[in-house]
Structures are given as C-alpha cells and as structure tokens.
C-alpha cells in the first residue's frame, strides 16, 4: 500500500488517499493495513478506485485492515468497493479497536461479479467479517459467509438477488440518529438501519455499485455532522 500526499479540502481533517499500486488482489495474495489514529487525530481514508479480487485456481485471497483509533480521535473509513470476480475465494476482514471516547465512521462494499460485463459470480466464495472493539470489548460483530451457489443470493430474507451489499458504521450513536438516516434514505435500492449498543448500522442491498452510491453517500453525509459536529465534505477523488 502506498500514500499520497494528505488532502486538506475543509481545514484541519486530512483526506488521505491509499493506493494499491498493483490495482487488485490474485489468488494467494495478502493484502493487509494497519492504521492508527492519534490521541485528538482527524482522519478521512479511502481509496481512488475499487479494489479488486481475481479469480483463483487455488490459494484464496485475503484483505484484512486493522484500525486503531485512539481516546480523543475521530477516523472516517470510507474506502471504494471491493470486486469480486467470478472464480475469486476471497477473505475479507476489517477490525476497529476503538479507545475512550474515540468516534468511527466507517462502511464496507462489496461487489459480486461484475454485470455489465456477462460476470454474474456464478462461481465463487467470500467471506467478510466487520468487528468493533471498544476498550478491548466487542460492541459490533458482522460477518457474511457464502458460496456462489448458495440459496441466501436470491432468497427474500437473504440478498434477494442483489449483486452489491453495503454497510455503514457510526459510533457512538447520536441522539435521533437511526431515525434520521431512515428518513433521508433514497428507494429503491433496498435499505435498513438499526442500532447494536453504540453502533448505528445502515444496510444496503443493490444490483451495482452505482445504484448503491446515492444511499451510502447520504447516510455519511446525515450521520457526519450529528456525530462529528461538522458536515460532510465529499472527497474530490470520488469524482473522477
């Protein structure tokens, strides 16, 4: 993984781009992240492109990043998706250890096949898990593990036939927060959010990426000024 220069667009918040110069993961590959955030630290990290997963003959994938944000730090974790090929067996595991008063913002995408071009993942594994700590106690656990073939794709309580499923993270949970992000959701895609303890979760389930986008984006652009006390500013990457 490599670092551009921080990006500064609203003032103090560094923007912080990371760049995975090889442009995908292949099968036997590990792609791993460890980022800390400092005691009274402000950081927004994400990614110029979606990260992708080839297919493999073999040896699985793994991507796995480690967030450690210290009392006083704010870290926003809002990487592009992950695209999964058909063929791919990817492992995916993000963990945010949070301490004292810390506060996170942070979402995962993922994308199975890509459609425009024939790949319906018709072939293929992932498993995803998502954890929270704070303090050294688990406060969220999500996890997603399925095969290609697996009746949970097009079943109604399951992906209903969706190819993308995003989710969105926040802690510690404002006041009005959950029924804040519910009022401003776009439809279709579909879209849920709820409260685990302190962790506000905002699911959603779209055929691609950019159907996806519109609901993810206005989620963060909500949940960011009632938990950061500043508003949201879209980080010019995601434009190009």
Request: with cysteine.
């Amino acid at each position: 993984m490599m670092i551009q220069r921080p990006f500064y667009p609203e003032g103090a918040p560094c923007h912080v781009y990371l760049l995975h110069p090889p442009g995908g993961v292949a099968g036997g590959d590990t792609l791993k992240l460890d980022a800390v955030c400092g005691h009274g630290a402000h950081a927004l990290l994400t990614t110029p492109a979606a990260t992708k997963v080839y297919r493999t003959l073999g040896l699985p994938s793994q991507q796995s990043q480690l967030l450690t944000v210290d009392n006083g730090g704010v870290l926003e974790w809002l990487p592009q998706e992950t695209l999964l090929f058909q063929g791919a067996d990817a492992h995916l595991s993000t963990a945010v250890r949070l301490h004292g008063d810390a506060r996170f913002i942070g979402w995962d995408i993922f994308a199975l096949g890509r459609p425009g071009h024939g790949d319906q993942f018709a072939r293929g594994h992932c498993d995803q898990r998502f954890n929270i700590w704070r303090d050294g106690v688990p406060v969220m656990s999500d996890r997603a593990a399925f095969d290609a073939d697996s009746p949970l794709r097009m079943a109604p309580w399951g992906f209903r036939g969706a190819g993308v499923v995003a989710s969105l993270y926040a802690t510690p949970v404002p006041e009005d927060g959950v029924s804040e992000v519910r009022r401003v959701l776009p439809g279709p895609p579909a879209a849920g959010v709820t409260q685990l303890g302190d962790v506000l979760v905002c699911r959603i389930l779209a055929r691609t990426v950019r159907e996806a986008w519109p609901s993810l984006a206005v989620a963060w652009q909500t949940i960011r000024p009632l938990i950061l006390d500043r508003p949201a500013c879209t980080p010019r990457i995601w434009a190009t």
